[in-house]
């Protein structure tokens, strides 16, 4: 059992009786008299279940509650209140105690509603990760393709090694965030386990090391309460680094202490924490380039191309289209709660000739609004109709600018900025992030440019 407990009482004789009894369930319980202890417990612990006191020596614990919550959410809390207080214990649970237990305290019944809260835990976990899983993006379509059944065999054979880091690289939508959950899923300890999927682009330079390493109270300014950040959250299960290249230096120093250890210190802290967390990283950028540059470490590219899965894009494997869209249009059914609607004739052949630089992503996307927009009973994929076939728009893409300005009469800027855009997408390899940056773009200008705004 093992599950780390916090039994925060000042009553010495209650809470060492009431420790013996949760010890001898097989419970790790760490002992604290007040709310000063507690905090400086839970920046060394994080508890599945605490046992809070409503009255302690330097202030009330039901006050101490939304604190506690924030700093370990997902621990059960049982309040232990006065006898015949029912308004407190029924604020306790308002407050998000998973139970109440009043004093004088039977240890029978102490453990009783201990095992029961930890129990409905559990269960709300395992429903929550059911959910994520059957949420409509996580199902994955077997490969018709050689080259992605390589791909998953390489992940099933990875999985036997919980604690290697992995690196997914390919353009963007091909996937890889429905990879890096599918190798959560092979993974020892996957089921029930946290996959936290974190978008290194998305997050704020200033705070990028406390979201992810946590911070300690009074680290910075808005530091009042320490912080768990996400390596320790993923604990058991996969932190997923999407985008990773956009990393900070300084923080990608601190991720390869990690990779190499398994262990950090929060942000503010002097204190050692450890976590087992899978590292699974993914990028469309070309690492090597920016290695090149000085934007990425070398010594990091090394550690976590170890295993290094390169996802081929849609249009190379041609054969996963139909057995792609089937699958993902059952999905998009059950969503949506629509009739059975196949895909007609024309639609197949549509989706065949087409050339796909959005990758899975767009092929959702465009089923998506067929399926709203289209009335008959088989889905013909209008929204594609006057778009090039494959061949076309890959000759499209790959116009040279000059001969594009300097031929012919004079163009519309905005013709010229399209085709610059297109050609400088090409250049890289069909990567959008990296493109935008190299052409001083936000990604919405980027997408603007290319006329899919």
Known sequence: MNAPLLFVDDDRAFSSLGAAALQREGYAVTLARSLHEARAALGKLTPALVVLDRRLPDGDGLGFLPELKAQAPGAAVVMVTAHGDIASAVDAVRAGAADYVA?????????????????????????????????????????????????????????????????????????????????????????????????????????????????????????????????????????????????????????????????????????????SARIVAATNRDLPALMARGEFREDLWFRLSVFRIDIPPLRERREDILPLAEGILADLRRELGRRDTPLGPRARARLQSYAFPGNVRELRNLLERALVMEPGPELQLDVLDGVKPAAATAAANTVDPESFVLSGPPRALEDVERAYTRWALEKLGGRRMEAAKVLGLSYPTFLKRLGED
């Open 103 to 275: 004093k004088p305290v039977e240890l029978a019944d102490l453990v009783l509603r201990v095992r029961r809260a930890l129990d409905t835990g559990h269960l709300k976990e395992r429903l929550a990760a059911a959910e994520a899983e059957l949420s409509g993006r996580r199902r994955l379509v077997p490969p018709a393709s050689g080259a992605m059944q390589r791909v998953l065999a390489a992940l099933e054979r990875i999985a036997a090694s919980p604690r290697s880091a992995v690196l997914l690289l390919g353009e963007t939508g091909v996937g890889k965030e429905m990879l890096a959950r599918h190798l959560h899923g092979l993974s020892s300890g996957g089921e029930g386990a946290p996959f936290v999927h974190v978008n290194c682009a998305a997050l704020p330079e200033q705070t990028v090391e406390s979201e992810l390493f946590g911070h300690e109270k009074g680290a910075f300014t808005d530091a009042r309460t320490a912080r768990r950040g996400l390596v320790e959250v993923a604990n058991g299960g996969t932190l997923f680094l999407d985008e990773v290249g956009e990393l900070p230096p300084g923080l990608q120093a601190k991720l390869l202490t990690f990779l190499d250890s398994g262990r950090f210190r929060r942000l503010g802290g002097t204190t050692e924490h450890s976590s």
